[in-house]
């Protein structure tokens, strides 16, 4: 059984910095891929960041430039920088670990950011 295990959410003001972290329960050398999602009150969770098996790394428009996502398999982690950070990233963050079909799911963090 995979288990994920988020933290790092909080309470920032706009233009502050967050790190959320996940880790896993069990190796992630061979996940396909490592990522983070986000859900908004009333909208549908989105894609924020997933860094693949082979190093490629896709961002969210709406992130590109302020995010950093990162992946130690050593360490079995996958973390999110967040900088410069708007109230429009105001969400439940989940990590998310995918196994060819197998998709894994955190109980999420909640991130607030205030203007």
């Known amino acids: 059984q995979v288990q994920l295990a988020e933290s790092g959410g909080g309470l920032v003001q706009a233009g502050g910095s967050l790190t959320l972290s996940c880790a896993a329960s069990?190796?992630?050398?061979?996940?396909?891929?490592m990522g983070w999602y986000r859900q908004a009150l009333g909208k549908q969770r989105e894609l924020v960041a997933v860094?693949?098996?082979?190093?490629?790394?896709t961002y969210a428009d709406s992130v590109k430039g302020r995010f950093t996502i990162s992946r130690n398999n050593a360490k079995k982690t996958v973390s999110l920088q967040m900088n410069n950070l708007k109230p429009e990233d105001t969400a439940v963050y989940y990590c998310?670990?995918?196994?060819?079909?197998?998709?894994?799911w955190g109980q999420g963090t909640q991130v607030t950011v205030s203007s």
């Open positions: 069990v190796t992630i050398f061979g996940f396909t891929g």
């Open positions: 860094v693949r098996i082979d190093g490629s790394i």
């Open positions: 998310n670990a995918r196994l060819y079909s197998a998709n894994y």
